[in-house]
């Protein structure tokens, strides 16, 4: 009672200036609790960009990462991808709601953020948005892994690509020691979606009956008559 009389004797303006401070100081408790979540997607975004010095990029792309139906236990559940481009580079950026409506970096993720610069030389890059273990169930219900899913973004600085495949597998290093060209001819080869007319990025859904090793990745850019105009090799 006492605390109350006293309060109640401050003079409003006062107590309207504290009481404002109280809501402030709250509302950055919950901030903080969040871990620095934002209201949406591309908020959350743009922080990454001034975190990392990247400067406000052109938002190009956006979307959720469906998990693959053989993956029960994914940890890429509600994720979502944005991407945006400034100076001919692109920043890739995997977000997680907090509490339902706050956004934040998917920190688990083994690659939240990156950062793609195709150039001249090389007009393909790649990242990657998503990696799963698939399962399969045996007669009892008993889930057995038996391979791995993989989503990769490519992005294009050559105008004249316009369709994009991509191969990958997953190589032990005795094998690359061996054939040093091992996924020229070995892997899963899948023609990527382009995410938009003329977009420039293409996503690449691809599944492994396998499991253990390198990743071993291999892009190849075709222009509008199907001629191959570049072909990304790992060194």
Do not use: N
Request: hydrophobic share 45%.
């Amino acid at each position: 009672m006492r605390l109350r009389e006293h309060w109640e004797d401050l003079p409003i303006c006062l107590r309207a200036v504290l009481s404002a401070l109280f809501l402030v100081l709250a509302l950055l408790l919950l901030w903080w609790l969040s871990g620095w979540a934002w209201p949406t997607r591309a908020l959350a975004h743009r922080a990454l960009e001034r975190e990392h010095l990247f400067g406000r990029g052109e938002i190009v792309a956006e979307g959720e990462i469906t998990r693959f139906e053989d993956a029960p236990h994914s940890s890429q559940q509600g994720t979502h991808f944005v991407v945006s481009e400034r100076d001919g580079r692109y920043i890739v950026s995997l977000l997680r709601p907090k509490w339902g409506f706050l956004w934040r970096i998917a920190e688990d993720l083994f690659w939240p953020y990156q950062v793609l610069i195709p150039t001249e030389e090389d007009p393909l890059a790649y990242g990657f948005l998503a990696g799963d273990p698939l399962y399969t169930a045996d007669g009892s219900g008993l889930l057995h892994a038996y391979g791995w899913g993989e989503l990769l973004l490519v992005v294009s600085a050559d105008p004249d690509i316009v369709r994009v495949e991509v191969t990958m597998d997953l190589v032990s290093q005795d094998e690359l020691e061996q054939d040093p060209d091992w996924g020229l001819h070995h892997g899963v080869t899948v023609e990527a979606t382009e995410t938009g007319p003329g977009s420039g990025l293409w996503l690449a859904p691809i599944i492994l009956e396998k499991s253990g090793g390198t990743v071993y990745v291999v892009l190849r850019g075709y222009d509008a008559a199907g001629e191959l105009v570049y072909t990304y090799i790992p060194q």
